[in-house]
């Protein structure tokens, strides 16, 4: 098993940024690839990125692309997702997820955190 807790979602700006934490516990968290996922009201989960165990592999959803971005650090069984230049459109539930392998949907995890609510005001 591995617990996942998110942190850092709250109300910004469009153009701010914040920065989104997910603490691991449990298994090996190097041992894991990680995700991130959103899910907008009344709108399915979507993926955002994701990240393999090294962190030398990382994918993008391409209405993120050079403005998100992932990062872990192994040490602190800690996983990160930078977001800049916010948009209204970014505002969603945003849950991290991992597994051993690295997927771009949500059946590609079996495991997820809580969700943090992240809100860009226009």
């Known amino acids: 098993q591995v617990q996942l807790v998110e942190s850092g979602g709250g109300l910004v700006q469009a153009g701010g940024s914040l920065r989104l934490s997910c603490a691991a516990s449990?298994?090996?968290?190097?041992?894991?690839?990680m995700g991130w996922f959103r899910q907008a009201p009344g709108k399915e989960r979507e993926f955002v990125t994701a990240?393999?165990?090294?962190?030398?592999?990382?994918y993008y959803a391409d209405s993120v692309k050079g403005r998100f971005t992932i990062s872990r650090d192994n040490a602190k069984n800690t996983g990160y997702l930078q977001m800049n230049s916010l948009k209204p459109e970014d505002t969603a539930v945003y849950y991290c997820?991992?597994?051993?392998?690295?997927?771009?949907?949500?059946?590609?995890?079996?495991?997820w955190g809580q969700g943090t609510q992240v809100t860009v005001s226009s």
């Open positions: 997820a991992a597994d051993l392998e690295a997927g771009t949907v949500p059946g590609d995890f079996g495991f």
């Open positions: 449990g298994r090996i968290f190097s041992s894991y690839a």
């Open positions: 990240i393999n165990w090294s962190g030398d592999s990382t």
